[in-house]
């Protein structure tokens, strides 16, 4: 798939689940790569999407100083639903 239109719907996915996209930018440590902050209205915590095209791999993350319950609550059906658009599989990997 072309890497915009990955996007595109990596963003519709994103409003899907009534998130917004509060910065998009690239990781400087994976030239290519597509890097979302996701906020949800008037709640703190950020919710990270990464797109690197290059190696054909998407993720979530959330850093420990910014979990909520909410993007707790919205990690994994998101990335179940990236695996079900996108296809691929979904690893939980814990730090």
Do not use: C
Request: glycine share 6%; proline share 2%; charged share 30%.
């Amino acid at each position: 798939m072309d890497q915009d239109v990955i996007s595109e719907e990596i963003e519709a996915i994103v409003t899907d689940f009534d998130l917004i996209i509060s910065e998009k930018t690239t990781l400087s440590t994976k030239k290519g790569s597509v890097h979302w902050h996701i906020k949800k209205q008037d709640e703190t915590g950020v919710l990270e999407i990464t797109y690197w095209p290059k190696k054909a791999r998407l993720w979530i993350d959330i850093h420990n100083n910014r979990r909520k319950t909410w993007n707790l609550g919205v990690i994994e059906p998101m990335a179940d639903r990236f695996s079900q658009e996108f296809g691929g599989s979904v690893e939980n990997i814990s730090r």
